[in-house]
């Protein structure tokens, strides 16, 4: 299975030479460095952006930080999964923690899931536990990440081929940065949650087996900590994303 990279610039960049300076550097790493045949590297700008990556024609994957939960009409702001398809688009987040914050909730997150999977995206949904319920310790962190999970997959037709494009993000709250500030998850403390997500998700009423990353914190410096295991399929990185040092030297991790 090739590990999945995903780049959430979330709205850490606001100037389109800072963009256009990151998706060079995305370009150079996929050319010369990065095996395509090991990793999906998919970049997460803001809207924008995402069609200056394409007019660029950055070789990499490209994926929106939502969507909405409709795919048409009178909904002033927001952006069809249908349009995303159409405009090449392949990947989307759904239900970042950021979101969440915002009073998304898991009933909006499954309509999401749903209308975008329909529309033949790669749906990377992402859960978490706050640090109230990490301190509870393992059954409090997995009932809560559980509960995330079953109302996010409720009425999924996982007989269907579209429910394979599905990964998931396994995100602890406490650990995603705050501009970069922030200490990351344990990979021998994650490995037993995304081993615990990959179990749920095999077992029915889902049968599917999809990818399972890791948030929180990523950066250069521990991103092979968590890639080097198994149960471990990628990582989702923020901030560091976003820094053109960082990302050069993530870049250059991932083609060690
Ligand atoms: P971070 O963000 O890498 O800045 O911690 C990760 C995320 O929230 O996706």
Redesign the pocket.
């Known amino acids: 299975m090739k590990k999945l990279i ?1 780049a ?1 610039w ?1 709205m850490y960049v606001t100037r389109l030479e800072d963009a256009d300076a990151l998706f060079e550097l995305a370009r150079r790493g996929t050319k010369e460095q990065i095996s395509q045949a090991t990793y999906d590297l998919v970049l997460c700008p803001p809207f924008p952006y995402l069609f200056e990556a394409r007019r660029l024609g950055v070789p990499v994957h490209l994926g929106a930080q939502d969507v909405s939960q409709d795919t048409k009409g009178a909904h002033t702001s927001e952006v069809s999964p249908l349009l995303l398809k159409d405009a090449g688009i392949e990947y989307v ?1 759904i239900g ?3 979101r969440r914050a915002q009073g998304e909730t898991d009933e909006t997150i499954n309509r999401k899931m749903r209308t975008a999977l329909q529309a033949g995206l790669h749906p990377i949904l ?1 859960v978490g536990e706050p640090s109230n319920i990490r301190s509870q310790g393992r059954e409090a962190t997995q009932t809560f990440i559980y509960n995330q999970l079953k109302k996010a997959c409720d009425g999924i037709d996982t007989s269907k081929q579209e429910a394979g494009n599905l990964a998931i ?1 396994y ?1 602890p709250l406490w ?4 501009n ?1 500030k ?1 200490a ?1 998850d344990k990979p021998e403390d994650t490995v037993v949650i995304t081993s615990f997500i990959r179990e749920l998700l095999k077992a029915k009423p889902y049968g599917l087996n999809p990818r399972i990353l890791y ?5 250069s410096t521990n991103i092979r900590t968590f890639l080097d295991h198994h149960e471990i399929d990628g990582a ?6 976003t820094e053109p040092k960082e990302f050069e030297l993530i870049l250059k991790e991932l083609a060690k």
């Open positions: 995903v959430n979330k987040i970042h923690s950021e992402c993000a995100e650990a995603i940065s705050v970069g922030g990351s948030g929180g914190s990523v950066r989702l990185i923020g901030k560091a994303s």
